[in-house]
């Protein structure tokens, strides 16, 4: 068994080197019924199928999940835009008056407006996913029953 991008110097140790081995394998020694190989070739096969199939829902969510929080992020820029009337130099007064309101605010008044906030993020992420979720389901479906074929 070789181990790939390792140095064989540094496995000297465990080496060891019999003269006149037989060239056969060991397992070939013991006699294993076809079928009862065959079942847990097939059961290694689907175990590893179903591995691969939960890691690549993983990911796939982890990715849509990240991409709607971002549209959600860039929905705040264009409220902030909409609001500057599409000037950005009015864009960015609107956020300093946002900004220095915010931090001339009293410590309730910054917990009611950051709450307000999260709900407003809240929603508009919900509706969002809500929104795109059947196609996501149907192309992650599509994807994984393409990889079951042979």
């Not at 199928?49 to 991409?67: E, K, P, Q, V």
């Not at 860039?74 to 835009?81: L, M, N, S």
């Not at 900004?99 to 999260?118: I, K, N, P």
């Amino acid at each position: 068994m070789s181990l790939p991008l390792s140095n064989p110097a540094r496995h000297r140790d465990a080496m060891v080197l019999v003269p006149d081995a037989p060239a056969e394998p060991v397992a070939a020694a013991l006699p294993v019924p076809d079928g009862a190989q065959t079942a847990v070739s097939h059961r290694h096969h689907r175990l590893r199928r179903r591995l691969a199939d939960a890691l690549y829902i993983f990911l796939m969510s982890t990715g849509w999940l990240g991409l709607n929080v971002l549209a959600v992020a860039g929905c705040a820029v264009v409220a902030f835009a909409m609001l500057g009337g599409g000037d950005w130099a009015a864009t960015f007064m609107q956020i300093d008056n946002l900004t220095s309101r915010y931090l001339e605010a009293d410590a309730g008044r910054r917990a009611v407006f950051q709450h307000h906030l999260v709900q407003v993020f809240s929603t508009v992420l919900l509706a969002l996913v809500v929104f795109r979720l059947p196609c996501f389901v149907k192309r992650v479906r599509r994807d994984l029953a393409e990889q079951d074929l042979p």
